[in-house]
T-cell receptor, first 116, second 111 residues
Framework: GAVVSQHPSRVICKSGTSVKIECRSL??????MFWYRQFPKKSLMLMAT?????????EQGVEKDKFLINHASLTLSTLTVTSAHPEDSSFYIC????????????FGDGTRLSIL | GENVEQHPSTLSVQEGDSAVIKCTYS??????FPWYKQELGKRPQLIID?????GEKKDQRIAVTLNKTAKHFSLHITETQPEDSAVYFC??????????FGTGTSLTVIP
């Protein structure tokens, strides 16, 4: 199997708070992890690609100082939304891929972030 | 970069009928095409995938066809059931890391 665990599943917090989301590959090593944002009834919007031991590659328009990504091990990547504001409210979802090349991505359950 | 278009955006079928979702891509170098099913509030789950050296792949009621010349690939679901209702996403990738996802198709199977 290829199980990806994402935590927490839901966060409600006040404006200005920083929120950390964890993404773990439970039964495989993930050289690459991806972070997406999904708006209601919309497709997955890639925010950044995270490679173990190196800096994340951010997509155009995504603020790297706002969305801090750390991929410290082959099984864990974290996304920290710093000084979150209501416009950051969204569904954030991670995925992980075994190895390189033509392999599918396996998704976490997502995190529903609500900023009051 | 790659551009993936997906049609239709919404699809309603009667239970037992077939459903077809089509995606087109722009980069002829793309060589891997997965399909994901996402139920409301849940994670996308891989349901089938195809590589560019194959024209068709089938897994029970689900099949995917690939036309490299025309740069399109399609998902076919036969004998649809209410539990097939979900949003389906296609994606295209070539060699490198990034998946390019389609815009999604909301499928409703009417009992």
């Amino acid at each position: 199997g290829a199980v990806v665990s994402q935590h927490p599943s839901r966060v409600i917090c006040k404006s200005g708070t920083s929120v950390k989301i964890e993404c773990r590959s439970l039964d495989f090593q993930a050289t690459t992890m991806f972070w997406y944002r999904q708006f209601p009834k919309k497709s997955l919007m890639l925010m950044a690609t995270s490679n173990e031991g190196s800096k994340a590659t951010y997509e155009q328009g995504v603020e790297k100082d706002k969305f801090l990504i750390n991929h410290a091990s082959l099984t864990l990547s974290t996304l920290t939304v710093t000084s979150a504001h209501p416009e950051d409210s969204s569904f954030y979802i991670c995925s992980a891929r075994k190895g390189t090349g033509l392999q599918p991505q396996h998704f976490g359950d997502g995190t529903r972030l609500s900023i009051l | 970069g790659e551009n993936v278009e997906q049609h239709p955006s919404t699809l309603s079928v009667q239970e037992g009928d077939s459903a077809v979702i089509k995606c087109t891509y722009s980069d002829s170098a793309s060589n891997y095409f997965p399909w994901y099913k996402q139920e409301l509030g849940k994670r996308p789950q891989l349901i089938i995938d195809i590589r560019s050296n194959v024209g068709e792949k089938k897994d029970q009621r689900i099949a995917v066809t690939l036309n490299k010349t025309a740069k399109h690939f399609s998902l076919h679901i036969t004998e649809t059931q209410p539990e097939d209702s979900a949003v389906y996403f296609c994606a295209a990738i070539y060699t490198g890391n990034q998946f390019y996802f389609g815009t999604g198709t909301s499928l409703t199977v009417i009992p």
